[in-house]
């Protein structure tokens, strides 16, 4: 009975629609920085004790002039070991290994689902397998490789191998992660452990208010692993550089080595720590500036600006700006910082409690909660997530962050949405509401035939011109919207930012050509082989342009595959993969989202319209999806006549219905030659009736 | 000979009352699910607005045909619509041959519509099978899309929406199919415009005593 009502009530609400979709556009809440009349005020006074700073035996390290240990120093209050083994972005996949073949990427020489053991497209480089060759990246060479993005920890800290310290093997064995790689001259080395230390999980990082993030890289660069945590204390003047690592500044350090927590700024871990790693692009003040790059990885590949500012106040070429009063993103604007969404599991303040398990169904709240000082004893930092289809390592936290309806109501402010409940169970917020991105993207990136100074073919999306280049124009681009399966199963419609890369494999099972070696078959010391050149020099200028640095046919693939040959490689080959970022940041002010039904249902609709994926296709091998990404592509990938690569959606994808934009199914077919058949009866029947009357009255009925 | 006619009233104001707003209904329905299964390319407010006429329409016709239902029930009218063995087989191959031969020659309608007898052997079989078949199917399909993001269990166990959504449109195709054969048929009357009158006027002619089916 109670459904009946229902029914019957939301039969009268959507009647209600219509008068609701006459209404203005509801103005945003009051409370934004613009509105503020006064400045925020001052940041919280620090809580933080004092700390005495330990070297790895427990010393005070600026007394001994050794190497701060934040596993001793920190340890004295928290549990490090806990910290660092309940830690994703420590681990980075170190405690999800699988042998090569097994990884759910689906690529057979993948190791695991993060950054330690998972090919990386953008820099074309991937760990070496254990006991593999040739070498790629030796455990040494991914953590100086990967230092802008890893915090320390798991993998810089401990084999992958044997799981014991790294330089620290089982009695009586030789040690597999002492096998690394003279980047200069290409050769493998053999890694002193015992000289460079461990990178230990680096606490400062986030909890300190200005590490110095580029000292610490150069440090572990330098291969100086052992001094990284010092480091970061480098631009607050408690350590200078030396050339041999780091000199203590004794006369700021009492003789018991106690430091004011207030004068290192140790706190909580604010947006700004964690933009050192995911995008310096998100600052948060006027004009915002930033480049597509490594250290702008989040904008880069997912399109992301977490920052409060104005578009229209930003230091970026955009295309219509002076109309873009809207800020990059509007939950900075609203000055929430990364880690209230991203927050650890048990902070009590965020802590939601278990209430998915059967046995608490009958809770809506649960009170119990770790204390204040358990919390701060052992935090835990498998910080809460979402579920994108690039957040593959630590999968098993996927979609433990609040979503946007766990903060936001959004059945109260989408009265103008017909079927509202049916759009919010089959899309992604974002869908509607980060309708466009503004920060030029990577879309393909092809390693099959790199520039001499190792560079890939790059192409970017939503841009003219130049990437980069303060002249481009920023065009923006509207995401893709497509469908994935999230970890629970369900499959909704996201934006996505489609990502495709090729590169060389060889062997049996598949390996990726090291880059080095792909450099040695392609350039002699005057540039590109001769061999190589005369097959891409269409111009027969001597020398290979820029637009002719792509292996646009079989012909030059196997020019370049002959040379890899001849230097030990079998079947050399090229695949190609495409990589979807979800999108999930750079939400506007809602009159900004999309409104227009017809973005949608209708044949002009995103879901229909073929999606360029890249310009050129190397020599026509068409890319496949990851197997972890969750994407269903909802069509085939296809190379038009010009080499350019589309993905041209079939009309409802995956079990979804959008109206005006469904495919013409042999029912409608049937029903159409149904009316058909309907009308020209009628029409042979009526005709016949009225020609015979018109007979019969002209013979005077007899007819 | 034919039997001189006589004016009778066929249809109730309600019964007229039900047939033009279901007519009404029907063609909206019709008109505005063809604009929201094709729109046109170009934006705008007609999107949102052809959805809600398509809810309010059907909102309309089901509630009408649920208090026809009910009329037709209390009133054990409802034995006017269900066609006997003799409807479907003697007679209405009987009905069918006129409109196939009988139609052509000038012959005599086989059957003379009475107030008591107002529907046809094939008409009381269509109907049958509209009002029990096509009309449900509709009403059911369409109204598990409107719930399903309420009830998203109702449609999933039915096969899901895309599946709803394709039959719904069958059932449309058909139901405008019957529209346009329905309009013809009311041509086929004493006069091409008899039928139509007496929908409209609630008064029809027949013959006089002619209460039973001729020879």
Redesign the interface.
């Known amino acids: 009975m109670s459904a009946i009502l229902r029914i019957f009530w939301l039969v009268l609400m959507e009647g209600a629609a219509a008068t609701d979709a006459a209404r203005p556009p509801a103005e945003p809440p009051a409370i934004t920085i613009r509105n503020l009349a006064h400045p925020p005020p001052a940041p919280a006074p620090v809580l933080h004790p004092d700390v005495v700073l330990l070297d790895a035996e427990g010393r005070v390290a600026p007394i001994q002039g050794t190497p701060l240990s934040l596993r001793k120093s920190c340890g004295a209050c928290h549990d490090t070991a806990f910290i660092e083994s309940h830690n994703y972005h420590a681990q980075v996949g170190l405690d999800e290994q699988t042998a090569p073949g097994h990884a759910a990427s689906g690529r057979p020489w993948d190791t695991g689902p993060g950054m330690f053991g998972r090919f990386d497209p953008f820099l074309g480089r991937v760990l070496t397998p254990p006991g593999e060759q040739p070498l790629d990246l030796g455990t040494a060479d991914w953590i100086r490789l990967y230092a802008p993005r890893h915090a320390g920890g798991g993998p810089a800290e401990r084999s992958r191998y044997h799981g014991r310290t790294l330089g620290d093997p089982p009695p009586g064995t030789d040690d597999p992660d002492a096998r690394a790689l003279d980047e200069a001259s290409g050769s493998p080395m053999a890694w002193d452990w015992k000289k460079s230390g461990t990178v230990e999980l680096n606490c400062l990082l986030c909890h300190l208010r200005s590490p110095d993030n580029q000292e610490r890289i150069r440090a572990i660069r330098r291969g100086d692993f052992a001094w990284a945590s010092t480091a970061t204390l480098a631009g607050t003047g408690w350590v200078t550089g030396h050339e041999s690592g780091y000199r203590w500044n004794t006369e700021r350090t009492g003789p018991d080595g106690v430091v004011s927590a207030r004068a290192l700024g140790l706190g909580h871990a604010r947006s700004d720590n964690c933009r050192q790693c995911h995008g310096r692009a998100c600052r948060c003040s006027d004009p915002v500036v930033f480049q597509s790059g490594r250290d702008n990885w989040l904008a880069e590949a997912g399109g992301s600006v977490f920052s409060p500012g104005r578009m229209s106040q930003s230091g970026m070429n955009l295309a219509g700006k002076d109309s873009l009063d809207d800020p990059w993103d509007v939950h900075a604007e609203r000055l929430l910082s990364c880690s209230q969404c991203h927050h650890a599991p048990n902070n009590p303040a965020y802590d939601r409690g278990a209430l998915d398990r059967p046995e608490v169904r009958h809770l809506a709240f649960d009170a119990r909660r770790a204390l204040e000082s358990e919390y701060l004893f052992r935090p835990d930092h498998n910080l809460a997530k979402g579920d994108t289809a690039q957040g593959t390592v630590g999968r098993r936290f996927a979609g433990t962050m609040r979503d946007c309806r766990d903060c936001h109501r959004a059945e109260e402010t989408h009265e103008f949405l017909p079927f509202a409940r049916a759009h919010f169970a089959a899309m992604e917020c974002t869908a509607c509401h980060v309708p466009r991105l503004f920060p030029a993207t990577r879309r393909v990136t092809d390693w099959t035939l790199p520039s001499q100074r190792r560079a890939p073919r790059v192409e970017n999306a939503g841009v003219e011109g130049p990437v980069n280049d303060p002249l481009s124009l920023l065009t923006g681009q509207a995401p893709a919207l497509l469908p994935r399966r999230a970890a629970n199963g369900t499959i909704r419609l996201e934006p996505q930012l489609l990502h495709t890369a090729w590169y060389w494999v060889a062997g049996e099972p598949a390996r990726p050509v090291p880059l080095r070696d792909l450099e040695r078959a392609l350039f002699d010391d005057a540039g590109y082989r001769a061999d190589i050149t005369a097959e891409l020099d269409r111009d027969r200028d001597g020398t290979v342009s820029e637009d002719e640095r792509v292996l646009a046919t079989g012909s030059q693939a196997g020019a370049v595959a002959r040379r890899l040959g001849e230097l030990g490689y079998r079947n050399p080959r090229i695949v190609g993969e495409i990589q979807p970022f979800t999108v999930s940041h750079g939400v506007g002010h809602p009159d900004r989202a999309q409104r227009d039904c017809a973005a949608c249902h209708g044949p002009a609709g995103r879901m229909c319209q073929p999606l360029e994926l890249a310009e050129a296709t190397p020599a026509g091998v068409r890319p496949e999806m990851l197997a972890d990404t969750g994407v269903l592509l909802p069509g085939p990938v296809e190379i038009d006549p010009d080499r350019s690569l589309r993905l041209r959606p079939q009309r409802c994808p995956a079990g979804f219905y959008v109206m005006g934009a469904q495919r013409f199914h042999p029912l409608d077919w049937l029903g159409l030659l149904v009316l058909l058949g309907t009308l020209a009866g009628v029409a042979l029947h009526g005709g016949l009736r009225l020609w015979l009357a018109v007979r019969r009255k002209s013979s005077g009925g007899a007819a | 000979m034919n039997a001189p006619l006589q004016r009778v009233r066929f249809y109730t104001l309600y019964e007229r009352l039900w047939h033009w707003v279901q007519a009404v209904a029907v063609v909206a329905l019709a008109g505005t699910g063809f604009y929201?299964?094709?729109?046109?390319?170009?934006?705008?407010?007609g999107?949102?607005?052809a959805?809600?006429?398509h809810?309010?329409f059907a909102?309309l016709l089901i509630a009408n045909a649920g208090l026809a239902l009910f009329y037709n029930l209390a009133s054990g009218l409802i034995r006017r619509y269900v066609p006997t063995a003799s409807d479907m087989f003697s007679q209405g191959v009987r009905h069918a041959r006129y409109?196939m031969f009988g139609?052509?020659r000038?012959e005599p309608h086989p059957f003379d519509r009475t107030p008591e007898k107002r529907l046809l052997p094939l008409q009381k079989v269509t109907y049958f099978a509209i009002l029990n078949f096509l009309l449900p199917l509709m009403v059911v399909t369409g109204?598990l899309r409107?719930?399903?993001?309420?009830?998203?269990d109702w449609s999933e166990a039915l096969g899901?929406?895309?599946l709803?959504?394709?039959?719904h449109?069958?059932g449309?195709?058909?139901f405008?199919?019957f529209l346009?054969?329905h309009i013809?048929m009311t041509?086929t009357g004493r006069t091409i415009l008899a039928n139509m009158k007496a929908m409209l006027t609630g008064y029809g002619e027949c013959e006089e005593g002619s209460q039973e089916e001729k020879p």
Do not use: K, Q
């Open positions: 929201l299964s094709f729109p046109p390319a170009e934006g705008g407010e999107f949102r607005l959805v809600t006429a809810n309010a909102a409109y139609i052509f000038g109204a409107f719930l399903a993001g309420h009830y998203p899901g929406r895309p709803l959504a394709t039959l449109r069958f449309a195709w058909m405008v199919a346009v054969l013809y041509t």
